[in-house]
């Protein structure tokens, strides 16, 4: 799991967003409202939007963020977080314990978690 996160607030605008995903070589960034998880924002949907929809780079991350995220708790067994990425066909899984964005694992995470086993 990674818990240095770098998030984008969901007002900043989408071109400040893209500029941090590209310097950290990130392809997602969790949405935050505070510390609370509001979303996640992909490559794939500032693609869809800005390119496809025309947003402006300048519009704010909460019109392209998506907003149905599945997430799980610290204490989530690996093996239960397997499952769901493996049934949701999910890349990545927020970790959020009381309502406060605590971190993320990927699938990144998953390969490197079985390969050390």
């Known amino acids: 799991m990674s818990k240095k996160l770098i998030t984008a607030n969901r007002r900043e605008v989408i071109k400040n967003v893209v500029k941090k995903m590209l310097k950290r070589d990130l392809r997602c ?3 935050v409202d505070g510390k609370r998880l509001v979303g996640l924002i992909s490559c794939e949907d500032i693609v869809k939007k800005v390119i496809f ?3 402006s780079d300048f ?6 963020m ?3 995220t599945e997430t799980v708790s610290s204490g989530t ?3 239960d977080l397997i499952k769901l990425m493996k049934k949701d066909n999910l890349k990545r899984v927020p970790i959020v314990d009381n309502d406060k964005l605590v971190g993320i694992v990927t699938q990144t995470d998953i390969v490197k978690y ?3 086993k």
């Open 114 to 116: 079985e390969a050390d």
């Open 66 to 68: 998506a907003t149905e």
């Open 29 to 31: 960034l969790p949405v």
């Open 59 to 64: 519009s704010q991350v909460m019109g392209a």
């Open 53 to 55: 929809e025309k947003f």
């Open 77 to 79: 067994k690996i093996e």
